[in-house]
């Protein structure tokens, strides 16, 4: 007893939480009872004083809530009530006497007649509008607590429950408290008798309909305007009782709401009237059907129409639902669907007007609804349809005929497809244009033949292959016979649907891919000559890049990718076949090699789509492909000049997309075959044993020996191989693409066998690099190709972040002071992190997450020190051109923080001679000012660092976007984006005094002689025309 009397006192005069632990540890040990507790509050919870007395039922109501459960006894919960209750009138103790109530509600021993006693205190005793919005809450969390434990009892007495509970929640505004009360009120509209207070719940809770809640900017609850509604809407939708009074509210709500409260009361419809149920539906179809075609026929924007479509197709399931899947006969509907198709083929009379198209909209609506509907629109709309456009009169509608067609036709296919995708069988049951299908199909047929209705006709045919179960095979063979007279016409007025039939076409070769095999592909191969058009002869070489466009779009699936590959690689080798002596001599080799490289692409084009989409067919043409394109170019590389003509195939941008097809492949090889194809290439390009990897059409000469690198090394001396690779690339390759390839090798070894590199890069560190980048005596020319192997060198290691790549980047920063390569040092900063298609996790590369953010935070600040530095200007600018080089590299995520002080560097690399530099320092800034638009242009963080440099910025950008100024084209658009950017991202006032003059100047840029910077000017000057404060 001294002990609860001391705990007491001290919480009174302190207020601590200590206390209460403590008294319900007490309690939970049997060395305090609560008897003494209330016994030791006793002359504070009579005392006159209301602080005191508000204390001591607090402080009751703190110990009850942390004490055990099983310490309240079936006798002291029932005093507690009572207790709690009493003080529900007072003024001063009804906030913990709530708190108190709350906390017994849970107690094992609280039983169901508690429930209903304090329920009635409450309705009786409690003053909601006395109470702030966190004492309302508590009050509400008592009756859910006593609606989820003890609904039984209440539920006896729901008509007093009912009531009292109106007049608790009458007037309740806030947000918090409304989620909590319409989840009472929805489980009360359930589960209770409401039949002699529909009224009373109907006004409780239509009465917050439509929500037009906005949150506070800084809401701690997170409660947003969709919350509210989507509980309401559980609350108007609990039960069909409300339907009559609902439904003639939502009507009134729709006829003058805003958009956004017709788009709310649409989305509460299309809840409610399935609850409220068929025979309401039915009643109040006209009514409802009179709102919605205003909505959908005169929509105040396509949300508002989308929605009202809806509503239509809930209210037509909603009337029909009771109807069985039988119905099929026109005398079966009747009623709304009926009435509104009618109305809706009468609208279609007049295809041509723009009340068609949301007629069509109406009848697609229908679609989704029930078999029955859908099964009676197509037989009335089809037919007519059909016979509008066989009318001669309405010969010059056609097409709009046709697109209404096929709207209907998409909708049926939509409403078929979405029904199997919830059944079990993948047969479909009913195809409502089954019946039809033979007109369908003939009107879409001769439509193709008329360029104003091929689109449509195109993409109705595209509909009705789509159609699960709608066409049989011979019929699919049909369509695409009938689509390949169109992708075969020479008429020009047909051309603008060659891409519709191809995608069409592409479906097919999905779904039946024989047919595209048998009749499309030998068209398309038949139109590829065997030698390439002349470079006069234009139509005929825009024709053979159509065909290869075609062939790469319609020949990704497996069985045709293989027809694909052996008839362009036998294609691609007679093309290439060297010339034989006594054949005269052809000058101009180059269109022969665009044929060859536009052959090689397609064949890339697809193999790279297969290998996004991982088709499990791409591995075998390691063994049908690759051999014959090494064995192509193997071939052209041994016989170069012993024609007196160089092969075709010997032109390196042949050769490089033949090594994108042969990566490609590599990409989707298992490791084990990877490893074999690795070791025959290795064997054939350092031993000479070519015929492991090069088998096809050419037989390569006997005394040709193929030794590309002229050296023999083991392939297992790594260090070696990658030497002998970098010196041939420095010093031998005469050609940029076998410097790349060998640049490549030497970075993709680095960056997957770190085990086996130690000595080469100490090496290079040590002898490399004074040999062949540091001595100022060698030839300018190749210190610069040395850079560029030392770039690869260090990009294989820093993507892995391997902890010598830094030794080689810092060897870059001693040659800033270099006057033959600074410049190429520094871009080289920024080249080392770039992104490449090299090391990529596709190619197997080692790639650590994060790599280029940690090499921008290290030679970031090094960089921004150094282009400071005013004592060496020839080391300042070459920081300068370093920085340009890394942000152009980085993410923007790795150097915002910088900005600020970048923002000043940055101004002075506009007036750097280099306009690759000025493109990309003018690219960094318009995706500054483009990431401030997206977040708030004038208030962010980079806003402010813009708009303190925007007068600058304008000046510098009117310069170079004037032709007369900057010849180069990149620049000076990249100036007016920029320029059309800064009103949208600073405020008026700050550029206000140059509104003129970059108005004025900007009228020089719409003279310029290039259209797409001719565009941007145009956009720029319309952005400050517009420009007020």
């Given at each position: 007893m001294e002990t609860a009397e001391r705990l007491v006192r001290?919480?009174?005069?302190?207020?601590?939480?200590?206390?209460?632990?403590?008294?319900?540890?007490?309690?939970?040990?049997?060395?305090?009872?609560?008897?003494?507790?209330?016994?030791?509050?006793?002359?504070?919870?009579?005392?006159?004083?209301?602080?005191?007395?508000?204390?001591?039922?607090?402080?009751?109501?703190?110990?009850?809530?942390?004490?055990?459960?099983?310490?309240?006894?079936?006798?002291?919960?029932?005093?507690?009530?009572q207790f709690f209750t009493s003080k529900l009138e007072d003024t001063e103790t009804i906030i913990p006497a709530l708190k108190g109530i709350l906390n017994l509600t849970p107690l094992p021993s609280f039983i169901s007649d508690d429930a209903i006693e304090i329920s009635r205190n409450l309705f009786a005793r409690v003053k909601m509008q006395a109470l702030v919005q966190v004492q309302r809450y508590v009050v509400f969390s008592i009756i859910d607590w006593l609606i989820a434990r003890h609904r039984d009892a209440l539920i006896s007495i729901s008509d007093e429950f009912i009531t009292g509970y109106a007049a608790l929640a009458d007037g309740e505004k806030d947000p918090r408290n409304l989620l909590l009360a319409f989840s009472i009120d929805r489980v009360i509209i359930i589960e209770f008798d409401i039949t002699n207070n529909i009224e009373t719940l109907f006004n409780i809770t239509f009465c917050y309909f439509p929500i037009t809640f906005r949150p506070p900017p800084d809401d701690p609850y997170g409660i947003t305007a969709d919350d509210l509604k989507k509980a309401l809407r559980s609350c108007l939708s609990a039960t069909p009782a409300f339907g009559a009074s609902g439904v003639t509210l939502f009507l009134e709500k729709l006829a003058a709401g805003s958009p956004s409260t017709k788009l709310d009361v649409l989305e509460t419809m299309d809840v409610c009237l399935p609850v409220y149920g068929s025979s309401l539906a039915r009643i109040t179809a006209r009514d409802i059907w009179k709102i919605l075609r205003l909505e959908i026929f005169q929509p105040t924007n396509s949300s508002t129409e989308i929605a009202a479509l809806k509503t239509m197709r809930v209210l037509i399931k909603t009337i029909y639902a009771d109807e069985g899947e039988g119905k099929d006969s026109d005398e079966d509907i009747a009623g709304l669907a009926k009435e509104a198709c009618e109305e809706c083929i009468q609208i279609l009379r007049e295809p041509e007007k723009s009340q068609a198209k949301f007629a069509i909209k109406v009848l697609c609506a229908f679609m989704s609804t029930t078999p029955s509907v859908s099964r009676y629109t197509i037989s009335q709309c089809v037919p007519h349809l059909v016979k509008l456009f066989y009318n001669p009169d309405e010969l010059p509608n056609r097409g709009p005929v046709l697109s209404l067609l096929t709207s209907l036709i998409a909708a049926a296919r939509d409403s078929t497809v979405k029904v199997l995708s919830t059944a079990d069988s993948q047969a479909p049951k009913d195809v409502p244009l089954l019946p039809f299908k033979d007109e369908v199909l003939g009107a879409y047929t001769v439509g193709l033949k008329a360029p104003s209705s091929a689109h449509p006709a195109i993409d109705g045919l595209l509909a009705m292959v789509t159609t699960p179960g709608l066409l049989e095979d011979?019929?699919?063979?049909?369509?695409?016979?009938?689509?390949?007279?169109?992708?075969?016409?020479?008429?020009?007025?047909?051309?603008?649907?060659?891409?519709?039939?191809?995608?069409?076409?592409?479906?097919?070769?999905?779904?039946?891919?024989?047919?595209?095999?048998?009749?499309?592909?030998?068209?398309?191969?038949?139109?590829?000559?065997?030698?390439?058009?002349?470079?006069?002869?234009?139509?005929?070489?825009?024709?053979?890049?159509?065909?290869?466009?075609?062939?790469?779009?319609?020949?990704?699936?497996?069985?045709?990718?293989?027809?694909?590959?052996?008839?362009?690689?036998?294609?691609?080798?007679?093309?290439?076949?060297?010339?034989?002596?006594?054949?005269?001599?052809?000058?101009?080799?180059?269109?022969?090699?665009?044929?060859?490289?536009?052959?090689?692409?397609?064949?890339?084009?697809?193999?790279?789509?297969?290998?996004?989409?991982?088709?499990?067919?791409?591995?075998?043409?390691?063994?049908r492909l690759v051999p014959r394109l090494f064995n192509l170019f193997v071939y052209s590389a041994l016989v170069a000049g012993r024609s007196g003509k160089e092969p075709v195939a010997t032109d390196t941008r042949l050769v490089r997309v033949a090594g994108q097809i042969v990566s490609l492949v590599m990409q989707a090889l298992p490791a084990q075959k990877q490893e074999s194809f690795v070791t025959a290439l290795m064997d054939a390009y350092l031993k000479g044993e070519v015929a492991k990897i090069a088998v096809g059409y050419y037989k390569i000469p006997a005394d040709a020996h193929f030794a590309p690198f002229g050296v023999r090394i083991p392939v297992d001396d790594q260090g070696a191989f990658l030497d002998m690779l970098l010196q041939w690339s420095i010093h031998r390759s005469e050609t940029s693409i076998g410097k790349d390839a060998a640049w490549h090798i030497v970075a993709a070894v680095i960056n997957k066998r770190e085990q086996d590199i130690g000595p080469f890069l100490s090496t290079k560190l040590e002898s490399f690099w004074p040999s062949e980048l540091s001595d100022s005596a060698i030839r300018p020319e190749t210190r610069q190709l040395a850079i560029s192997a030392w770039v690869w060198i260090a990009k294989g290691l820093l993507v892995r972040n391997h902890p010598q790549a830094m030794s080689f980047v810092d060897r870059l920063f001693t040659l800033f002071d270099d006057k033959d390569v600074s410049w190429n040092a520094a871009r080289a900063i920024g080249q080392v992190v770039a992104s490449d298609r090299i090391l990529t996790k596709k190619n197997r590369a080692v790639i650590r997450i994060l790599y280029a953010q940690k090499y921008a935070n290290a030679v970031l600040p090094r960089i921004i020190a150094g282009a400071k530095s005013p004592e060496n200007p020839r080391k300042q600018t070459a920081h300068l051109v370093a920085l340009t080089s890394l942000i152009k590299s980085i993410p923007t995520s790795a150097y915002a923080h910088e900005m600020p002080t970048l923002m000043p560097l940055l101004l002075r690399g506009l007036d750097l001679s280099d306009f690759e530099i000025?493109?990309?320092?003018?690219?960094?800034?318009?995706?500054?000012?483009?990431?401030?638009?997206?977040?708030?242009?004038?208030?962010?963080k980079w806003g402010s660092v813009v708009t303190e440099h925007a007068s600058s910025l304008a000046t510098t950008m009117l310069k170079n976007s004037i032709v007369s100024d900057m010849p180069n084209m990149r620049v000076r658009i990249a100036a007016l984006r920029l320029l059309a950017i800064l009103p949208r991202v600073v405020r008026y006032d700050v550029l206000h005094p140059q509104k003129q003059v970059v108005l004025r100047e900007l009228g020089k840029a719409l003279d310029d002689p290039k259209r797409v910077v001719r565009k941007e000017a145009v956009d720029a000057r319309a952005s400050w025309f517009t420009y007020s404060g």
């Open positions: 001290t919480w009174v005069a302190l207020g601590g939480d200590k206390e209460i632990e403590v008294t319900a540890a007490g309690i939970a040990t049997g060395e305090i009872k609560l008897l003494h507790v209330v016994k030791a509050l006793g002359d504070y919870l009579t005392s006159e004083e209301e602080e005191l007395r508000a204390k001591g039922v607090e402080f009751l109501a703190s110990v009850v809530g942390q004490c055990p459960p099983d310490k309240f006894s079936r006798q002291a919960v029932k005093v507690l009530i011979e019929e699919i063979g049909f369509v695409v016979q009938n689509v390949n007279d169109v992708l075969a016409s020479d008429r020009q007025d047909l051309s603008d649907v060659s891409d519709a039939a191809l995608n069409l076409l592409t479906t097919i070769s999905t779904l039946a891919p024989i047919h595209i095999s048998h009749t499309t592909l030998p068209l398309l191969f038949s139109a590829l000559p065997d030698c390439a058009p002349s470079r006069s002869d234009i139509q005929a070489r825009t024709r053979l890049w159509n065909t290869l466009t075609s062939l790469a779009r319609l020949c990704a699936q497996a069985d045709l990718f293989e027809t694909l590959v052996v008839r362009l690689s036998t294609k691609l080798d007679l093309l290439c076949s060297p010339a034989d002596p006594a054949d005269e001599v052809v000058e101009d080799s180059e269109p022969a090699a665009a044929y060859a490289h536009a052959i090689l692409t397609t064949i890339a084009k697809v193999l790279s789509e297969k290998v996004d989409r991982g088709d499990v067919d791409v591995p075998k043409y390691i063994d000025r493109a990309n320092v003018i690219d960094t800034l318009l995706a500054a000012a483009q990431a401030d638009l997206e977040s708030d242009a004038k208030k962010s």
